[in-house]
């Protein structure tokens, strides 16, 4: 890939979480969470949700790879199954899982809908791991190092919360808007060093998949 098109590349990926982030402001404040009120919380209203979800956070990438041609080898690089040392670090959080069902013994926050189980646990994980750790965290790593490219990525994750956070009052709450910001942060760095070190989005979809649903 010569240098003007990496710098295209970047450009792209910089230009679709700007739309990313004004959608999401869009979404969770000028609309006040639209989907919720209009959209049944039941089996088939979660996944109606879902698709719109998937429509704004992953078809303008899926149209970008498609007229770069290589879709396909995009999406094979990334969901092949591969095993590295790496996966060793999904114990931990297994591990809180297994404390947390001897605590409650049931699913937190899940308890009585769907909606929470589709979205959150089952489609998120898939759809934010391939746009950030898939997509901004490679598309980066053409021009930056990885250690560069995998805290920006963490920023953006967090930051990309930041619409959310103000519908939930967090931006009330200083001290706990930044703890929560730190942790996404974190967990996104984690996220994308299992991304690299497995080369595939299987272990940081699972891990995203755990923290949900906790």
């Known amino acids: 890939m010569d240098i003007n098109s990496k710098r295209f590349t970047i450009n792209f990926a910089i230009l679709f979480y700007i739309f990313l982030f004004l959608v999401r402001i869009l979404d969770n404040d000028i609309f006040g969470n639209w989907e919720n009120v209009h959209i049944s919380q039941g089996l088939f209203g979660s996944w109606i949700w879902v698709a719109i979800k998937?429509?704004?956070w992953c078809i303008p990438i899926l149209v970008y790879l498609l007229l770069k041609n290589n879709?396909?080898?995009?999406?094979?690089?990334?969901f092949a199954f591969k095993i590295r040392p790496a996966?060793?670090?999904?114990?931990?959080?297994?591990?809180?899982?297994?404390?947390?069902?001897?605590?409650?013994f049931r699913i937190p926050k899940a308890s009585s809908t769907y909606f929470h189980i589709v979205t959150?646990?089952?489609?998120?994980?898939?759809?934010e791991e391939f746009v950030f750790r898939g997509f901004i965290l490679s598309k980066l790593l053409e021009k930056y190092s990885f250690i560069r490219v995998n805290l920006y990525q963490s920023l953006l994750?967090?930051?990309?919360?930041?619409?959310?956070?103000?519908?939930?009052?967090k931006f009330n709450n200083f001290p706990l808007l930044l703890g929560s910001?730190?942790?996404?942060?974190?967990?996104?760095y984690v996220s994308g060093y299992l991304a690299k070190s497995t080369k595939s989005l299987y272990p940081s979809i699972v891990l995203h998949a755990i923290n949900n649903l906790l």
């Open 87 to 104: 996966y060793s670090l999904l114990i931990i959080p297994l591990w809180f899982i297994v404390l947390l069902a001897e605590a409650h």
């Open 54 to 56: 998937f429509s704004y």
């Open 71 to 78: 879709l396909g080898k995009f999406i094979k690089n990334r």
């Open 181 to 188: 910001l730190i942790y996404l942060g974190f967990f996104a």
């Open 120 to 127: 959150s646990v089952v489609t998120t994980p898939f759809i």
């Open 157 to 169: 994750f967090a930051c990309i919360h930041l619409p959310y956070y103000y519908e939930l009052g």
